[in-house]
């Protein structure tokens, strides 16, 4: 099982339309959650972190469900610009002989249509 | 401006060449990383350092070499014994340890994409 799954899409979405997608974990000790947004070809940049109380960056939501071990992004009022692949990284829990490294989701795609 | 740059862009390579691609950063972080994407598959580490002089393995080091002999730079060699080198290589930096240590909030350079041909 991956570390780090999530649905690859792709989402098609109406501009002006909201979309949401989730992102499941295996390590119920992971300590850390981030979206990085990357665009075709390019290097992913961040786009938020995760904190447990969840939280709102403009049109983005990003929930936190550690029972569930999920994490959410909700993005309202979609613009033809937030067409992307949305990458969900965890961080692993730090331990004796491993640092608490990034585990990468392969992406959920979103396609925002006029 | 403060960023990580990554050269070349594109890389071509001939099967049993050695090749060395860049990664300069003028962020002052501490740590800096290696990693390869695929398509259709998540980024994974080849190799990441903590502090100059020193670097460790990633999850899938075979093939492949790093220095770290300034702060601002970690190179990577992808070596003749890397058997399938073409991918997309993404160096990446971090703020500094803050308590606890580890990996923080990753920047990333805009990649160089390498072909064998």
Not at chain 1, 6 to 12: E, R
Not at chain 1, 74 to 101: E, N, Q
Not at chain 2, 39 to 62: H, M, W
Request: with cysteine; proline share 5%; charged share 20%.
């Amino acid at each position: 099982r991956k570390e780090v799954e999530q649905d690859p899409g792709p989402f098609n979405v109406p501009e002006g339309a909201t979309v949401a997608f989730n992102c499941t974990y295996s390590n119920s000790a992971s300590q850390s959650f981030f979206w990085y947004r990357q665009d075709c070809r390019k290097e992913p940049k961040l786009l938020m972190s995760v904190y447990s109380s969840g939280n709102e960056d403009g049109r983005f939501t990003a929930q936190l469900n550690r029972a569930s071990q999920y994490i959410s992004l909700l993005i309202r009022d979609s613009k033809l610009s937030d067409s992307a692949t949305y990458l969900c990284v965890v961080k692993s829990p730090m331990t004796t002989d491993s640092w608490g490294k990034l585990q990468f989701g392969a992406g959920t795609q979103v396609v925002v249509t006029p | 401006d403060g960023g990580i740059t990554q050269s070349p862009k594109y890389l071509f390579r001939k099967e049993g060449q050695n090749v060395t691609l860049s990664c300069e950063q003028n962020l002052n972080h501490d740590a800096m990383y290696w990693y390869r994407q695929d398509p259709g598959q998540g980024l994974r580490l080849i190799y990441y350092s903590q502090i100059v002089n020193d670097f460790q393995k990633g999850d899938i080091a075979e093939g492949y070499s790093v220095s770290r002999e300034k702060k601002e730079s970690f190179p990577l060699t992808v070596t003749s014994a890397q058997k399938n080198p073409t991918a997309f290589y993404l160096c990446a930096s971090s703020s500094p340890r803050g308590a606890g240590g580890g990996a923080d909030t990753q920047y990333f350079g805009p990649g160089t994409r390498l072909t064998v041909l």
